[in-house]
C-alpha cells in the first residue's frame, strides 16, 4: 500500500493543491446525475467541491492512506459518497464510473501504464478523465538538496513525467481526445510554515523510515539549503476520453 499521510497535518498547512484541484474539477463537465471517482481524494477538500456539483449524483471517493480517507469521512459523510482505502496499482474493485477527476496524486505512482489501465477499466465509454499530478521539473530544487545529502533514492520512487510520455501511455491504455500540458506553479509559502510543509508534503517519502530525530534534522537541513521558502512546483495537466 502506499505510504500513510498525517491528515491533521496536511489539513492546517496552506496546500496549493486544493485550489488546482478546484481549477481541474472547473474542467469536468457534469449535469449533476453522475458517478464519478476521485482518485486520490487526500482530505476530501476538493471531493467536497465536486460532490456539490452532483446534487443527483454520487462520488467514490478513493486514497491510498487510511487516515485521509478516515479525513474525508469526517468532511463528507456518508451520504452519495462511497469510500476505498485502495493502491491504484491494483485494479480497482468498484462498478462503472461516468468521469474520474484525480489532483496531486499520480506523481506518488510508480507504473503510469498500470495506473491508466486500471482507470480506463472502471470508466465507461466516453467517460472522461481530468487530473492533474507532478510533471517534469517538480519540485527540482529540493529533489537536487536531498539527493546531495544523499537520500535520493525515495525520489526514484515518484514519477514527473511530461506530455510526450504520458500521451502514450494514455493512447495505449484506450483513452482518446487527449490533452497534456505542463504549468509552472511556484509556490511562495510563509518561512513559518516551511518546515512543517517540507515534512509532511514534500519530504514524507523520505523521512518514513527515520526516526522522529534523524527526520526532523534532514528537514531541517532541507529547509536551511533553500535560499527561500518558495515550492518549484510544475503540474502536468490531464484531459482524456475513453474510447466507445
Known sequence: MPRDWDADAYDRLPIPMTAWGLRVLDRLELRGDERVLDAGCGTGQVTEALLARLPRGEVVALDGSVSMIEAAQERLGVERVTYLTHDLLEPIPIEP?????????????ADHDRLFTNLAAVLRPDGVLEAQCGGRGNIARI????????????????????????????E???FVDIRCW???E???LPADDLEQYLAT???GGVTEQMSHDD???L??????AMQEPLIDYVRLNISARRAS
Open 143 to 170: 529533489e537536487a538538496i536531498v539527493r546531495a545529502m544523499g537520500y535520493g533514492d525515495a525520489f526514484d520512487a515518484k514519477r514527473f513525467p511530461g506530455v510526450e510520455e504520458t500521451t502514450e501511455r494514455l
Open 182 to 184: 505542463l504549468t509552472d
Open 201 to 203: 508534503v514534500c519530504l
Open 215 to 217: 527526520a526532523s534534522s
Open 172 to 174: 495505449r491504455a484506450g
Open 186 to 188: 511556484p509556490t511562495l
Open 219 to 224: 528537514v531541517q537541513e532541507v529547509a536551511g
Open 97 to 109: 464510473v461516468d468521469a474520474i477527476v484525480s489532483t496531486a496524486t499520480f506523481h506518488w505512482i
